[in-house]
């Protein structure tokens, strides 16, 4: 896990937070059956990749970018992105930005 976000798993999450967080970011909602999944190299430089998963969640097309970083033989999550509407950024949400969700 990255430094980045890091700090938003300890005991000390902030709340604001807490009530943001999708149940299942991975299925980008609380509830899920997850269909047609592709997933996409996008770039890799070093230690570092942009990985994409499209698929339908409950008939609803999604489409998420995920930033990882290779750290200790294997690669880690360091950033999720919704690139389709409504999009958000993960650690923009973590931490109350204002624009974490640019289209609202």
């Not at 269909?35 to 609803?60: I, R």
Request: proline share 5%.
């Amino acid at each position: 896990m990255s430094a980045a976000i890091r700090p938003y798993f300890a005991e000390n999450f902030p709340s604001r937070a807490k009530n943001q967080v999708f149940s299942n970011v991975d299925a980008n909602g609380q509830d899920w059956k997850i269909g047609d999944l592709s997933v996409t190299l996008v770039s890799q430089a070093g230690d570092k990749a942009v990985v994409e998963a499209k698929f339908s969640n409950l008939g609803d097309a999604e489409d998420l970018r995920y930033d990882l970083v290779h750290s200790g033989g294997r690669w880690l999550i360091d950033e999720i992105q919704s690139m389709t509407k409504p999009r958000w950024t993960m650690s923009k949400i973590l931490a109350g930005a204002p624009d974490a969700f640019p289209d609202q």
